[in-house]
T-cell receptor, first 113, second 113 residues
Framework: AQSVTQLDSHVSVSEGTPVLLRCNYSSSYSPSLFWYVQHPNKGLQLLLKYTSAATLVKGINGFEAEFKKSETSFHLTKPSAHMSDAAEYFCVVSDGGWGKLQFGAGTQVVVTP | DGGITQSPKYLFRKEGQNVTLSCEQNLNHDAMYWYRQDPGQGLRLIYYSQIVNDFQKGDIAEGYSVSREKKESFPLTVTSAQKNPTAFYLC????????????FGQGTRLTVV
């Protein structure tokens, strides 16, 4: 069985400061992991994905994530937050089966000027 | 987005009525999915389809039905048996290959009045 836990339901940061969104997972297999972003009343956009290549994954808009198997974590970071980063972020795990994407509950990011 | 079209964007339904949500894609992807999104719960899988004329139940299929008569189309019907249908519904597609990401439509917000 697979599951995803996003450790923070809300994160508030000041513009220009680092962002850290935490994600832990459990999976019976070697998982693929994804981070998606969702702006209000919109669909989900893929930020980045890990599929057993490099453990440090770079994505769009300056985001990156590090896969740590020993810690079963896949935390998302950005060195400097921008106002446009205000959105909800989802950590997602797949262990390979059709339709078998497991979503975390989401982290709402607020960016203050 | 990017070849996935969900319609309508907003939908209102009276209690006891069935309603059908549309999802069309022009990216020639094999797999299509329907998710339901409620605040604080992430996304939950309703149905998915790997191939034309075949589909499988997801985690919360009760009160929903789907069809996959064409590769491009995967409509979702919310029936009167669905006890709490007010939610944001997201359609997604993927190539279906193992551990590949999904691409999402812009969603339909259904409200029961």
């Amino acid at each position: 069985a697979q599951s995803v836990t996003q450790l923070d339901s809300h994160v508030s940061v000041s513009e220009g400061t680092p962002v850290l969104l935490r994600c832990n997972y459990s999976s019976s297999y070697s998982p693929s992991l994804f981070w998606y972003v969702q702006h209000p009343n919109k669909g989900l956009q893929l930020l980045l994905k890990y599929t057993s290549a490099a453990t440090l994954v770079k994505g769009i808009n300056g985001f990156e994530a590090e896969f740590k198997k020993s810690e079963t974590s896949f935390h998302l970071t950005k060195p400097s937050a921008h106002m446009s980063d205000a959105a909800e972020y989802f950590c997602v795990v797949s262990d390979g089966g059709w339709g078998k994407l497991q979503f975390g509950a989401g982290t709402q990011v607020v960016v203050t000027p | 987005d990017g070849g996935i079209t969900q319609s309508p964007k907003y939908l209102f339904r009276k209690e006891g009525q069935n309603v059908t949500l549309s999802c069309e894609q022009n990216l020639n992807h094999d797999a299509m999915y329907w998710y339901r999104q409620d605040p604080g719960q992430g996304l939950r899988l309703i149905y998915y389809s790997q191939i034309v004329n075949d589909f499988q139940k997801g985690d919360i299929a009760e009160g929903y039905s789907v069809s996959r008569e064409k590769k491009e189309s995967f409509p979702l019907t919310v029936t009167s048996a669905q006890k709490n249908p007010t939610a944001f519904y997201l359609c997604a597609i993927s190539s279906g290959r193992q551990n590949t990401e999904a691409f999402f439509g812009q969603g339909t917000r259904l409200t029961v009045v």
